[in-house]
DNA sequence: TGTACATCAGTGAACGCGCGTTCACTGATGTAC
DNA sequence: TGTACATCAGTGAACGCGCGTTCACTGATGTAC
């Protein structure tokens, strides 16, 4: 009855890019250590460099894909919204096409991670010039904007540049604050995420309304 | 025309509590080094110690006056709030009750760096036992959520406390968001708190009514 | 006024430790002839 | 089938550095008699 060996082993580059995406969920970029995630995947702290090169590079392979995913769900969902749909609806879909891909990563425990990440990242001001937020994001976000533009024609682009982002930032803490499951005596990770979705859809669309109708 | 000495000297205790408030602010407890605090506060090393015992010691120094301070603040507005006011115009005021200490900070140089800290350690997982969200600024937030449901009594304690806490993370992300400045072309830091506050309060009334009206 | 002692506000050097990174290396597997 | 070579997937030891903290110390100021 001895222990089975194991038949498939996770790939060293895999288990080393999974504790690290842990690690700079938990911890942050700086307060990373590459020898810390190399000892949690049980691996040599040389091969962190043998894969990856440096710290940097392993931080952005950890969140690029996440990146072009969600840019791609996101600009896809902009562009299928039902272009019947007029007022508080459409303001409702286009806030939901934003948020659902971000929201929808909390039910993958691979994805969790990377939602701590940028989190984290969105009031960072200490992270090296590389690894900061793209451009890109920003170009995505303007689209965003122009669409409620379109609907609300009345408001501002001031004000409907800020209720936007008082949008996404309630969906970057939203998922990843502690204190609300501690008030509320819930988990503290989000159980259905198409719940909180709906939640912040629903509570964005209203700030949205009111700051811009 | 030789420089002026100067006259009166800041003590190096202030002078390292100011520098470690930045710190902390900008790169977290666990990336901030106590020696590039004492570097930039032009003292010793060992002076850190010698004032404030260790690196937790300090970082509660650094944030216990402001909380105090809040939670005081944020009693007393909630209990001046005029007992007339009902259905939205009592949930601002409510809201603004919360809200407002917090963002006035923004005006004062001094305090902008715990809003900075505060923000960061919302998210924030791996800082020491010591150091967390004390149970105190919990019971606060109790009272706010009671003073909600007294004037939407229709609405369940989970919708409740989930608009609060809404209410409450946008609070913390919209003064140090950096994304909107670079969408928007704006300061990065906030110019005017009045007008934020504002902005913050009626998007989130509108959030809390629509979720619980 | 003089002198002894106490307190204050630090200081300089060192402690052991963990960090990111480099580099020469090794043993297993694959390919060419 | 045998053998030489190349590639792959790491490894072990070491690099210099900065970290939080400790400790014995110093020089200035205040107090008591």
Redesign the interface.
């Known amino acids: 009855m001895a222990a089975k060996p194991k038949p498939t082993r996770v790939p060293t580059r895999d288990r080393i890019l999974a504790q690290a995406a842990r690690h700079f969920a938990?911890?942050?970029f700086?307060?990373t250590s590459l020898r810390e995630v190399a000892r949690d995947a049980q691996a040599n702290p040389a091969s962190v460099h043998y894969y990856f090169g440096s710290k940097e590079e392993l931080y952005l392979e950890v969140i690029s894909g996440f990146r072009e995913r969600l840019s791609k769900e996101r600009n896809d969902a902009l562009l299928g919204i039902n272009p019947k749909l007029r007022g508080a609806r459409r303001i409702k879909a286009i806030v939901h096409a934003y948020i659902a891909p971000h929201l929808r990563l909390c039910a993958d425990p691979t994805a969790a991670h990377y939602i701590?990440i940028v989190?984290?990242a969105?009031?960072e001001?200490?992270y090296p010039r590389e690894i900061q937020?793209p451009k890109e994001?920003?170009t995505l976000?303007?689209a965003f904007?122009r669409a409620l533009a379109e609907t609300l024609p009345t408001a501002s682009?001031?004000r409907l540049?800020?209720?936007f982002?008082?949008t996404?930032?309630?969906m970057?803490?939203?998922p990843?604050?502690?204190?609300?499951a501690?008030?509320?005596g819930k988990p503290a990770w989000p159980d259905d995420p198409e719940k909180l979705i709906d939640?912040?859809a629903?509570?964005?669309?209203?700030?949205?309304?009111?700051?811009c109708g």
């Open positions: 938990e911890r942050g700086n307060a701590r989190a984290r969105t009031s001001t200490h937020i994001i920003n976000r303007e904007v682009q001031e540049h800020k209720a982002t008082f996404v930032d309630l970057l803490l939203a990843v604050d502690t204190v609300y501690a008030l509320a939640e912040v629903e509570f964005c669309t209203a700030g949205i309304m009111a700051m």
